[in-house]
């Protein structure tokens, strides 16, 4: 009876949103209430840093091992190349998406720009400058070589962190037998952090809960109303990049988006909860490995994505840029827009993995067509919600990226892949 019960108790995606939905009533119960907002935003970060303390060891352990099992230097290079380009051609196809999705909709002329509530934007501001500093291709690439692995380690920047774990992972496997020790060490650490990982997922629905309460608390479902056009728009935009955009590449590979929608469903809805891809990195690289993609492609392709593969934000950065433009009566030529293109793929590299990188972004890029840096603070207030949307964009669209690269190796068990894929088929549970 206990292994019956078992079957049927709430997953982790039910528990979640039922968090999500408990959040948002306490938000709206403790409207402005300042204890009960510092109660739900220690919570919140209390949980977020819980996943922080997992993501890097994880990163670490499971990157080192699947290099040194791969063991060539060409293969990995070979696999970086092809993963860089592909996360180029997807960015760049969301960015035109979110183009011609505001184009053809205008979301920027039914609203009154000067109507719109005003938020502060100062923190964003300061990280745009700080990231300005070190913007541009050679300040980038110089940033992805650690002078200090353990100051990279302490601070969370995780380029770096792949960059010293790839020639880790060389060198062990250059070593030959003697590093046979650290590969049995780090698997096992990999195994530990695993296991740490399914706890801290005990409290996700209270963390998530707390996130969104905080949310909802501070700026009111009031607020909604007036972007209420724009928030609609940006999520149907983000539903047609991941149905039809990455299902016709799932399609191109012999993948039905579905069947891995159905594999990673309560990660996505992890990652739009509390608007952190990170929440959702440590099972995302454990349910791809089990999913039939080769534990180094999966170890490489995900941590990378992070940083270079969002989706989600290049589409609400080029939706937002032209919302704006609109409203301020602002039109841009297709020149203009080309040009607008080119410096999102670019500033969205340069300034990807800084807090609230997408506003950052559209900081960083306004200026280039015209539209008061104000602009931003009619937005601000809704940035969390929209950001939730962009986060599981983008989780979904770097479990993609891992298939779509392993296939390419011929590093994929489409056996496994079934198997796994069937233990989330709710009939196939109810009929054992």
């Known amino acids: 009876m206990m ?7 709430l997953t982790l995606g039910w528990q979640i949103l039922i968090g999500l939905v408990l959040g948002i009533i306490l938000g709206v119960v403790f409207y402005q209430n300042k204890t009960a907002i510092t109660a739900m935003q220690n919570i919140g970060t209390m949980f977020i840093s819980l996943i922080q303390m997992i993501v890097l060891p994880i990163v670490v352990s499971c990157l080192t091992v699947g290099i040194a099992n791969m063991g060539d230097i060409k293969k990995l290079g070979r696999i970086g190349g092809k993963t860089l380009i592909y996360f180029e051609l997807m960015t760049t196809v969301a960015i035109i998406l979110g183009l011609v999705v505001a184009n053809i909709f205008h979301p920027g002329d039914f609203i009154n720009i000067h109507s719109l509530h005003s938020q502060d934007i100062s923190q964003y501001v300061h990280t745009a400058n ?3 500093h070190n913007s541009g291709l050679w300040s980038t690439i110089m940033g992805i070589i650690p002078t200090n692995i353990f100051s990279s380690l302490s601070t969370g920047d995780m380029m770096p962190v792949i960059f010293f774990s790839v020639f880790f992972g060389l060198g062990t496997a250059a070593i030959g037998k003697q590093g046979q020790i650290i590969i049995d060490f780090l698997q096992a650490i990999s195994e530990v952090m695993f296991k740490v990982t399914n706890w801290v997922m005990h409290v996700a629905p209270i963390g998530v809960c707390a996130l969104i309460g905080v949310t909802v608390a501070q700026m009111g479902l009031s607020a909604l109303a007036p ?4 928030i609609v728009l940006a999520y149907a935009t983000m539903l047609v990049f991941i149905l039809v955009v990455m299902g016709l590449v799932a399609r191109a590979v012999h993948l039905n988006i579905f069947t891995l929608l159905k594999v990673i469903k309560d990660e996505v809805i992890l990652a739009f909860s509390t608007a952190s891809s990170e929440a959702a990195l ?3 690289i454990d349910k791809m490995d089990k999913f039939g993609v080769s534990q180094g492609i999966v170890s490489f392709v995900i941590p990378t994505g992070y940083t270079f593969n969002l989706d989600g934000s290049a589409i609400y950065q080029s939706l937002a840029a032209l919302f704006l433009a609109q409203a301020y009566h602002i039109h841009l030529s297709i020149g ?3 040009t607008l293109l080119v410096v999102l793929m670019i500033t969205s590299k ?6 609230g990188a997408s506003f950052v972004v559209l900081l960083a890029t306004i200026s280039t067509i015209g539209v008061p840096m104000a602009g931003l603070t009619f937005i601000a207030g809704i940035d969390r919600l929209v950001d939730m949307g962009r986060t599981a964009v983008n989780v979904v669209g770097n479990s993609l990226a891992s298939v779509v690269i392993a296939k390419s190796e011929k590093e994929f068990d489409e056996d496994q892949s079934k198997q796994f894929a069937a233990t989330f088929d709710h009939k196939k549970t109810v009929t054992e």
């Open 3 to 9: 292994k019956r019960y078992r079957r049927y108790r």
């Open 336 to 338: 203009q827009q080309i």
């Open 282 to 284: 440590p099972k995302i």
């Open 350 to 355: 340069g300034m990807a993995g800084v807090p």
């Open 130 to 132: 700080q990231a300005k």
């Open 227 to 230: 972007l209420g056009y724009f």
